[in-house]
């Protein structure tokens, strides 16, 4: 009766740590913002990309001309999927990618972009080819690695995956999106003490989201210690709402964010 009770909870965190993974995919994918991908070594093509970066509609209409003139050439392809993306058209955004791939076969760039992307719409294998072309070990890209890690875990490669987010946060040490990563791999691997030291240390980081509080809490109900869970869910919910409130009273708001800040981390 207790290894079948064993197995069913080491199925159900494996569940937990793939689930979870996949909610801090497109952090990892996308870095800190929107990244519009104006950057060109054309004249013409620079003055367009400054008013480009105000106006994402010029960006995408511009790349957009460019890319349907040459749809062979790396700089509009990625720069258009760049575009596309960022306006929330991921299936024309992989499409572009897809192509220039085809046309441009190991260019480590275009892997790394149509890699992250084919994550994100749960081309798994795929994702994991590409972004292993993608990393350059002469010069890593934090983005990619965590990416890799993210690939391997949704493959149900927790050992692996632990081993490539490691990568990932010697890159980005103080990154809360590798940290989450790097504590869900563990707990997909049942090494819940770790993944609960990890969170704890990612959801301290002022930069953290909310998803990170969230498996706190989901590590900890795993463990058994429902009343520590929900006092975590608890202190998230609170901030979320003095947050809102924030945004119509910004002074008194961060007065109350402050306070229950200081309550949450005694």
């Not at 064993?6 to 159900?12: H, P, V």
């Not at 609960?196 to 998803?211: D, F, I, S, V, Y």
């Not at 509080?213 to 709402?241: M, P, W």
């Amino acid at each position: 009766m207790n290894v079948v009770q064993f197995s069913l909870r080491s199925s159900a965190i494996r569940i937990v740590a793939v689930t979870s993974l996949a909610l801090s995919l497109g952090a990892c994918a996308g870095g800190s913002g929107p990244d519009l991908g104006l950057g060109t070594s054309s004249s013409d093509a620079t003055n367009m990309a400054d008013a480009g970066s105000k106006n994402m509609d010029k960006a995408l209409n511009y790349w957009g001309r460019k890319y349907a003139k040459t749809p062979n050439d790396k700089a509009a392809a990625l720069n258009y999927a760049k575009n596309l993306k960022a306006s929330g058209d991921n299936k024309q955004a992989y499409r572009v990618l897809q192509q220039a791939s085809a046309a441009h076969g190991n260019d480590r760039e275009i892997a790394s972009e149509y890699g992250r992307l084919a994550l994100e719409a749960g081309q798994v294998q795929l994702a994991s080819k590409l972004l292993a072309l993608a990393d350059d070990r002469t010069s890593p890209d934090w983005r990619i690695v965590s990416g890799r890690g993210a690939a391997l875990a949704k493959l149900g490669k927790y050992g692996e995956a632990v081993t490539m987010f490691e990568r990932a946060h010697r890159l980005a040490p103080s990154n809360p999106t590798v940290l989450n990563n790097l504590a869900m791999a563990h707990a997909g691997n049942k090494n819940l003490n770790h993944a609960e030291t990890l969170l704890r240390q990612a959801h301290q980081n002022p930069m953290a989201r909310a998803k990170v509080s969230r498996n706190l809490a989901l590590v900890l109900r795993l463990q058994g210690r429902k009343a520590e869970a929900d006092a975590v869910t608890a202190g998230t919910a609170a901030l979320q709402s003095v947050a809102m409130r924030q945004s119509v009273n910004p002074s008194r708001g961060s007065t109350q964010a402050g306070r229950i800040a200081q309550a949450t981390q005694r």
